[in-house]
């Protein structure tokens, strides 16, 4: 009935071709003199999706992962992961060859200090790494007394004889209807923040920041938008953009021309050197920025001026087009979800829907709104104990049925060209367990902790991150992975710098668009999760505030399983707001979806005191 179009359940793993891999790579070390390796998941444009051709840690450990690095010593070899993929990690790699470590608990760098025998070469490539990360692994490699040594080509590309070639995504405008805002006027913004910095060019080293300031959008790597490219900016003078030219036509090249120099990638670092020669102050974001940009104008005399990318706070406060955009594509995408969410409680039940079925439909759904482009990323489809897997990926392998009595969490996104969505629905199949009613109302009350929060401007996301926890910590529970993050405007749906984590520093600003999802996994059992998207807008409840305050407006529209929701549990004030967002949600996807499916929603957004 169903298939899908933008993603493949086929298994990517090969831990079976891993001891041959990692015995090449320890003898291309051997010849050149090198006592170990770096293999971090990034590209050189620190992406999250990366193309085929940088998948080089999953090509060598077997793990598919978005986020992960491994080192690999003559005698020993770690990969590490953070809380997301501490299951999945354990299924996908040889645990005889890398023993797992917690990228967070136990940092590359603190194994580093452990592991590396004094006297040794420890390798990387200053093109995969931040210049904030290589500076920590060249710390803790003196702390062992040995060094850390830059490779001018990766060691990973001599050994993978059959490596994908670089992708070559068209690139297209993304028109002003969409943008709301003409590309000559973010180059005006930003040469006017390098004129306050004392800069005289800012680096573009993220594709997400020269895809945003060029109004550009392309195909490089799955589910993200983006055009692989660098760009500069100075703040007098003509911008340069490194792109291959083979992904323009003609009437893209005019456009671009119009705004900047357009350059081969080939150019990019004769041009940085040149940046040096001429003695020129340059802005990179240290925590993005590859160290081989930064090591390329220092070592030709310039001078590096470190700090966020002024690029990165612009993109992340949406203008009032996004904005509109943002609300027409979560309702046209909320009546895609609770058409499948309708579907899926007629076809569940029978015990012959598998989780591919379910990711099929929900895409299919989508598609059928005509405007989809892509996911936003791989869907989680997770039954009963694969749902406790944060980020699990279903293949035709591990692709189990969903049987009565389960929960099924399902974390979904699409790709319009005037919005990104990101939502989790957790649905009972059949009758819940007190377990499951309990688990979830202290998951679902946290959710409504964030949604209902009122804060300061300014404020940040560690600051509200705790107002999701504070339930599940009262049982002795809580969750190993971030609040919320950010959310593009047809870009990255996990978009910085802000977040609402214990790491979230950066600060919460009216227009922003973040996620709501706090969670609680129960590993071997089930996963819960809530997931909706809310902009960051003016506090109008507080009469005379003494100072501007913000809140959230909650954008995403699909009914939340009341099921699984035990009303004894919830404050006055919580069941109102539950009320209320199902009453909205049912005023305004009524019209947008199908007779059946509407019945079905009357009956899911019942209010809670009508039970």
Known sequence: MFEAHFQSFDDRSEPGATA??????????????????????????????????????????????????????????????????????????DSKIFTVEHLVERPPPAWIEANLPAGKKLSYSPWLHTVDAAERLAKACAAAGASLVAVADNPIDVIWTDRPPPPLGAVVLHDLRYAGEEAEHKLVRVRADLQKLGADTLVVSDPH????????????????????????????????????????????????????????????????????????????????????IARLI?????????????????????NAVEISGALAAQERDGAAVTR???????????????????????ESFRRDTGLLKDVSFPTISGAGSDGAIVHYRVTRKSNRRIAPGELFLIDSGGQYEDGT??????????????????????????????????????????????????????????FDHGTGHGVGSYLSVHEGPTRISKLGTAPLKRGMILSNEPGYYRTGAYGIRIENLVLVTEATAIADPEKPFNAFETLTLAPIDRRLV?????????????????????????????GQTREWLNAATVPIAAK
């Open 298 to 318: 220092e070592d030709n005399g310039g001078k590096i001026l470190r700090g966020v990318d002024p690029i990165a706070p612009m993109k992340a406060v949406k």
């Open 209 to 292: 920041a020269v895809s945003w300031l060029f109004n550009i959008r392309g195909s490089d790597v799955p589910h993200t938008p983006v055009v692989l490219a660098f760009a500069t900016v100075p703040k007098e003078g003509r911008p340069a953009l490194y792109v291959d030219g083979r992904k323009l036509n003609n009437d893209v090249r005019h456009r671009l021309e119009e705004l900047a120099a357009v350059r081969e990638p080939a150019d990019f670092e004769r041009d940085l050197a040149a940046l040096g020669s001429e003695k020129r102050t340059v802005r990179i974001d240290p925590a993005a920025c590859p160290e081989a």
């Open 421 to 478: 969505t990101d939502i989790t629905r957790t649905i009972v199949v059949g009758t819940p367990t007190e377990e499951f009613r309990k688990s979830f109302t202290l998951v679902l009350k946290g959710h409504i902790a964030i949604a209902r929060a009122v804060f300061p401007d300014g404020a940040t996301g560690a600051q509200l991150d705790s107002f999701a926890r504070q339930f599940l910590w009262r049982s002795g529970l809580d």
């Open 340 to 362: 499948f969410l309708a579907w899926f409680d007629r076809e569940a039940p029978s015990g012959r829907l598998t989780e591919i079925d379910a990711v099929e439909a929900l």
């Open 566 to 594: 035990e009303p004894a549990m919830m404050s006055a004030e919580e069941i109102v707001w539950l009320d209320a967002y199902h009453a909205r949600v049912r005023d305004v996807l009524s019209d947008l979806v199908d």
């Open 20 to 93: 041959p891999r990692v015995v090449a790579l320890r003898a291309e070390l051997a010849r050149r003199g090198l006592d170990g390796f770096i293999v971090p998941r990034t590209d050189e444009y620190q992406n999250e999706y990366v193309p085929p051709s940088a998948e080089r840690l999953a090509w060598l450990t077997g793990f598919t992962g978005s986020a992960g690095l491994a080192i690999v010593l003559a005698d020993r070899a770690a990969i590490f992961v953070d809380g997301r993929y501490q299951v999945q990690v354990v299924e996908e790699v």
